[in-house]
């Protein structure tokens, strides 16, 4: 038995308004609990990730992680039913003189029980084969009446090129995919934010790893069509690019690159304005999560700010013989660029994230 090393915490009165806090005993982070007139102590670190479990909520007799609700018993440490061989360590606590002490030679061992690892979590290797497009379409909407969509036409086109010259395509629609929204775990701290996205390892329902699968393990060209809604990409457009906030983050917190040598093209179609500033959009993102980018990497058209009339902007896409063949130009030039890297004709470097870098040097000089 290890000899005791008591830890004072703190004025009991202070400490007992609140049901759960974290305190600090040196250098080790406690969850400290306050319920039925009693001080209870675990690990304030969460053997998920390391979220601080101080930071949390008392559900009945859990301490619930404030970044992905795993549950600890907030005596024992024990985990929830069915995870109890996941325990973080618990402390003895006592009280002298209106005092609160730790005993930090009496924590139980921290148990990890064994978790399979997420189909998305496996290496990034690209298998032999040719040149893989994956087109996404960002169009809503209703399912049980489709209508024409321009982007989604021009698409289809530029997919059907692909096969024909001896590519391998597949089109994701992402009207057809039950996703939930972001919901900010970067928010909360960088490291909350994991790959695979933190929805994703929580909700089996979750159909946005079907986008992920494709475009870190399966895809060398991510061609995007989108409508122009109110002078913006469309509204799924952006719920799919913040679920990417996973794949942005590890090239800062771990100098992870899911999507090297990964060429990013683009379909812009509205009878709105604003093609300039949607492309400028769209090779914002691409381009700060590490996609690379051909000559000329979007076609759009658009017929102004005033055009009401769509059922003719819809008959002028569909009669564009330009259009048709931009659109196979397009994914014939970003094949060819990623056909370059996936051949090791361009040279390999090592990748720093450009658009973050200046913060990360602030961050090292201010230790």
């Known amino acids: 038995m290890a000899e005791s090393r008591w830890t004072e915490v703190g004025a009991v009165e202070e400490l007992k308004r609140k049901p759960l806090q974290e305190v600090m005993c040196g250098k080790t982070a406690i969850a400290l609990s306050y319920r039925d007139g009693a001080f209870a102590a675990i690990s304030g670190v969460c053997n998920h990730v390391g979220g601080p479990l101080g930071e949390g909520r008392l559900d009945g007799d859990y301490v619930v992680c404030p970044w992905h609700y795993w549950r600890f018993h907030y005596k024992t440490g024990q985990g929830e039913p069915g995870y109890e061989q996941d325990q973080v360590p618990a402390y003895e606590t006592k009280i002298e003189n209106g ?3 730790v005993d930090l030679a009496s924590a139980t061992k921290r148990k990890k029980q064994p ?9 990034v290797v690209r298998q032999p084969g040719p040149i893989r497009v994956v087109g996404i379409s960002t169009t809503a ?3 049980d009446h489709p209508r024409l969509s321009t982007s989604d036409m021009l698409l289809e086109v ?9 590519l391998e395509a597949q089109c994701i629609r992402l009207r057809d995919l039950s996703f939930r929204a972001c919901e900010g775990f970067y928010s909360k701290a960088a490291q909350a934010c994991t790959w695979p996205c933190s929805i994703t390892q929580m909700d089996p329902n979750d159909q946005l790893d079907r986008v992920y699968e ?9 061609l995007v069509s989108t409508p122009i809604r109110w002078g913006n990409a469309s509204s799924l457009y952006f719920k799919m690019v913040e679920r990417m906030n996973c794949i942005q983050n590890q090239e800062t917190i771990a100098k992870k690159h899911l999507l090297k040598n990964k060429v990013a093209a683009f379909i812009i179609m509205g009878g709105q304005d604003n093609v300039q500033g949607v492309a400028g959009q769209l090779m914002t993102f691409w381009a700060e999560v590490g996609c690379q980018f051909p000559q000329f990497p979007f076609i759009a058209h658009s017929r102004g700010w005033s055009a009401e009339d769509m059922e003719r902007n819809v008959s002028e896409v569909q009669n564009s013989r ?8 397009l994914v014939t030039r970003a094949a060819e660029m990623a056909k370059l890297m996936v051949t090791g004709q361009i040279p390999d470097h090592p990748l720093a994230p450009g658009g973050r870098k200046a913060h990360q040097l602030d961050s090292e000089l201010m230790g």
């Open 99 to 101: 005092r609160l002490y």
């Open 141 to 143: 909407m209703t399912a």
């Open 115 to 123: 978790h399979v690892p997420h189909p998305l979590a496996r290496p």
């Open 158 to 166: 530029a997919l059907n090129h692909a096969q024909q010259i001896g």
């Open 322 to 329: 330009e259009l048709r063949e931009g659109a196979q130009e």
């Open 214 to 222: 494709a475009i870190v393990h399966w895809a060398d060209v991510i």
